[in-house]
């Protein structure tokens, strides 16, 4: 085989492995658009437990309006950074004395997507509960829920995407700061998806 050769069978092989990634690209942006964040309406479906992401203040605000609605006994906030009180997570946002002493939790053993899985995994089991409402942003949510049904594939989880201001999903390729986030994502899901499927977490489970 000549180098020509060998150059255009390597080329081509790019190409195709390229075309596979941007196929999946936009079939990833389109499952995250579907995911349009949800009113918080009178007859939603409550769950066990209500559980937080820490990665935008879209989604705390999201689980403390679902708490307050009832939609769930306890909310864990999963992700907390290592000294961070409640009072301090908690400071501007209105809830009463009440539902922050019985039926809030926070979580500070999760520094990642696959933490927040473990972290709510041991959560729900020392709580004896069986469904959670997942809150995180709708561009995290694939990645979020992948680790999440692995990890607990005996438990109802019930996504609650939200939406960032920053993150317009209307011509997303023509806004550098939305396409390199939903690249981004994209990329770590793909290596989530085939750390799974290759069983490199099945310690975690």
């Known amino acids: 085989m000549t180098r020509r050769q060998i150059f255009i069978g390597t080329a081509g092989i790019a190409g195709l492995l390229f075309a596979l990634w941007l196929a999946g690209l936009v079939l990833f942006v389109a499952r995250v658009t ?3 964040e949800q009113p918080l309406a009178e007859n939603l479906q409550k769950t066990d437990a209500i559980v937080v992401l820490t990665g935008g203040s879209e989604r705390l605000q999201a689980g403390l309006d679902l708490l307050q609605a009832g939609k769930g006994a306890k909310l864990l906030i999963s992700g907390v950074h290592q000294g ?13 004395d009440d539902l922050r002493s019985c039926c809030i939790a926070l979580g500070y053993a999760a520094d990642n997507t696959l933490g927040n899985a473990a972290e709510t ?44 201001d920053i993150v317009s999903l209307s011509d997303w390729w023509t806004r550098l700061g939305t396409a390199s986030l939903l690249i981004g994502e994209y990329n770590k899901y793909l290596y989530a998806w085939f750390s799974v499927v290759l069983g490199v977490h099945n310690a975690y489970r």
């Open 121 to 164: 995994n041991a959560f729900m089991k020392a709580e004896n509960f069986h469904s959670l409402r997942l809150v995180t942003a709708h561009y995290h949510m694939p990645r979020s829920l992948l680790f999440f049904s692995r990890m607990m594939p005996d438990m109802e989880i019930v996504p609650f995407p939200v939406s960032p």
């Open 84 to 96: 961070v009180s409640a009072d301090k997570v908690l400071e501007t946002r209105t809830i009463s």
């Open 34 to 36: 579907s995911y349009a």
